[in-house]
């Protein structure tokens, strides 16, 4: 399938979770990408997500320490649009391959970053694990917890705010680059990563009403949509009664059987909350899960299953948009994946195969910027490839 | 300053949060972007949610259930790189601005249209809000720890309206580069359900059922996923710790009292402690309430071992109010005639050659109609007559909104 960055080359040096999946993005709308990794391979590749994150990208082996690996990647820069890292601050700088150093050489290369801090913040230097951003961002303390106190995030929201805005930040400078035809620095980091997440959370505001702020006020018990989570028969959970911008045909509380209640209050009045919320759960758990949602969208109401993430892959609408792929993966072989999440009618781009092995391209891709056959022993006797 | 999407016009008809989001970022990344808002103000107008995603915008008010106004938007539409919104499935065709409307009168416009589940499939014909993707992603029943007996959990953020803005950034942004390479236009689509499959999109699913690779669970008190990888609640206040590697695990064991745990072949794996954290953490929880977290942190940093204090930020205010914050353009603060001085996250991408910033204030109603039809060709006596046909609503000086505020 076309894609929309067909014949555009990506390097990609970075690790974790954010530099990888941006690329994979931009690879799955046609990017180029090369995984340049170091002897022995990305040490993320056991972890999970990297048959996901390593997806739709050749791998080529190069240890950037020794002359003759860091030769070859500034041969691959010849022929790249973009560069990604996502090392620690300083770590490109003492290979020699900042963007200072490359940009005069490379002036229509895009060189992306993804640190944990921005630069020239005092927490640049801070360890950049993501559960720490987390705690050190204050994401923690805004999702509480079961127990007073922060909790734990396993969605790594830092991370998975930074890799959308690294992926925004390529595009916004590849669309430039068309005008200008110069590449420039483009960096994000988990921390604005989690920036990204607070619109409706973290506004100062001279003359806003109070109430207004309420809705999403931290609470302890946590939050004001968790007042929608129900469990029916069974053990299962449903999250219910929200608005789905239909025209309801009858009211939750009339297909629960119980007396109506004044939704608005319910979500400001904590006192009416906590009266009312007994009645509600005493109604949900005697129901059938499957059969309430049934109820719930033929009467315009939203209401959904909570899911665990295994069983989320078989939610039917998300089998319809097509997001469940499958991927063959060198290790665990077969396996479904979820896919590209924006669907482009004319480019739509599509995964373009499973994640490679380490340096499982290496001696082609080389050969591509012609190195030849006694080169290529050489550099992998040296451990260079 | 002008940033990298300078010169692009978009044209933004969505609603709420995941509609609006998206064009503000392009907005953030330089393009003109024309807020067209219901004469009655978009649904979350009355909330604080709205100004998060609103910056910077020009705002046209109009009526869209007049014929006339959707012509408006047609003739805009000419002029425009983009078209954006939310709206559920069927409603552009009924206001007559769908993708082949629109296209008929510019059929080089990127047009993006978000929807909550997705455009076709059973739950398509519905909108719908984050938790509801939450939901069945597996987020809630993952931050609760479900496993473990306590209710799922909805997670804060506004997780999937976020993630949905940016699917549909990347989409419509990888359309635009591609149409600035060959000229053509195209449809994107992208929705709720997608964004925030994005999330879980570390799991995959073997033909067996089961999932791949291995990965960690929440405990139920909700700390973290190993020994070493977790909160700690200290004499005062929280740390995360990330001791991940043997050396970092044996320091911290050692810095705690507990040297022997550091030493234990049987924990010398993530995994291994993640498996004896019933054996492990009584001890490292009873050590470390003997010292405050500041205390934690610093005798940590001293030795390596990575980790943070769990900070409270009251409600975002010692993040808005940072000076590192401040100077690197991570908040922005502006002047609004209405809701006073307002200050929220500022950059999320830098650049060196185009940078971005001085973001404006989110837009009053109809602050702009006049500005803007004047500009795209209208006759002043053509637009006082769309103002008293009500099919435009123009901000009146001093009188910004149509209802207290």
Partial sequence: MPGALDGIRILDLSWGVAGPLGVMLLADQGADVIKVEPPGGDPFRDAPGSPVWHRSRRSVVLDLKQADGKEAFLKLCETADVLVEAFSPGTMAALGLSYEDLSSRFPRLIYASVPAYPEGHRYASRPGWDALVQARSGAQFEQPAWRPGPAHLHMQIPSMGAFFLLATGILAALTSREDSGKGQHVSTSLYQGVLAYTTMLWQDVEHLKAPDSLVMAKTYPPGVHQVSIYECANGEWLHAGVNVGRVATRSMEEILGIEPLDQMRMMTDMAYRAENQQRLRDAFITRDRTQLCEEFFEAGVGADPILTIAEGFDYPQMRANNMVVSVDDPEFGLMEQYGVPAVLSETPGEVQGGRPRVGEHSRKILAELGYDDSTLDRLAADGVI | ?405
Wanted: proline fraction near 7%; charged fraction near 20%; hydrophobic fraction near 40%.
């Fill in chain 2, 1 to 405: 300053m002008p940033g990298p999407l300078d010169g692009v016009l978009v044209l933004d008809l969505g609603q709420f949060l995941a509609g609006p989001y998206a064009p503000m970022i392009l907005s953030d990344l330089g393009a003109t972007v024309i807020k067209i808002e219901p004469t009655r103000g978009d649904s979350m107008r009355y909330g604080s949610p709205f100004i998060g995603c609103q910056r910077g915008k020009l705002d046209l008010a109009l009526d869209l259930k007049q014929p006339e106004a959707a012509e408006i938007v047609l003739k805009l539409a000419e002029k425009a790189d983009v078209l954006h919104h939310n709206m559920t499935k069927g409603t552009a065709t009924r206001l007559g601005v769908d993708f082949d409307q629109v296209t008929a009168r510019n059929p080089e416009i990127v047009y993006c249209n978000t929807y909550a589940y997705g455009l076709e499939g059973p739950m398509s014909i519905s909108g719908g809000i984050d938790p509801l993707y939450q939901a069945v992603v597996g987020l809630e029943y993952e931050a609760g720890g479900v496993e473990h007996g306590n209710p799922p959990m909805y997670i804060r953020f506004g997780m999937t309206d976020t993630a949905n803005a940016f699917a549909s950034v990347v989409g419509v942004l990888s359309a635009l580069f591609h149409r600035k390479v060959t000229g053509k236009g195209q449809d994107v689509w992208t929705s709720l359900l997608n964004g925030g499959a994005m999330f879980v999109s570390e799991v995959a699913k073997l033909a067996d059922g089961t999932t791949a690779p291995t990965r960690p669970s929440l405990d139920k008190e909700l700390t973290g996923l190993s020994p070493c990888y977790r909160l700690y609640q200290t004499q005062e206040g929280w740390i995360q710790v990330a001791a991940t590697t043997p050396t970092e695990w044996a320091t911290m064991c050692a810095l705690l009292g507990a040297p022997e745990l550091g030493a234990d072949p049987r924990f010398a794996s993530f995994e291994g402690r993640a498996a004896a954290r019933a054996e492990i953490e009584p001890r490292l929880e009873q050590a470390f309430g003997a010292r405050t977290a500041l205390v934690w942190a610093a005798l940590f940093d001293a030795q390596g071992v990575p980790a943070e204090v769990a900070v409270d930020t009251r409600n975002g205010e010692t993040v808005l109010h940072d000076a590192d914050n401040e100077r690197l353009g991570l908040v922005a603060s502006y002047d609004h005639p209405m809701l006073g001085h307002m200050t929220q996250f500022g950059s999320l991408i830098d650049f060196s050659d185009t940078p971005t910033g001085d973001f404006g204030p989110p837009p009053m109603l109809g602050q702009h109609s006049r500005a803007i039809l004047s500009k795209f060709g209208w006759a002043d006596a053509e637009i006082d007559g769309l103002i008293e046909r009500g099919v435009v609503y123009q901000a009146a000086e001093g009188v910004p909104y149509p209802w207290p505020l």
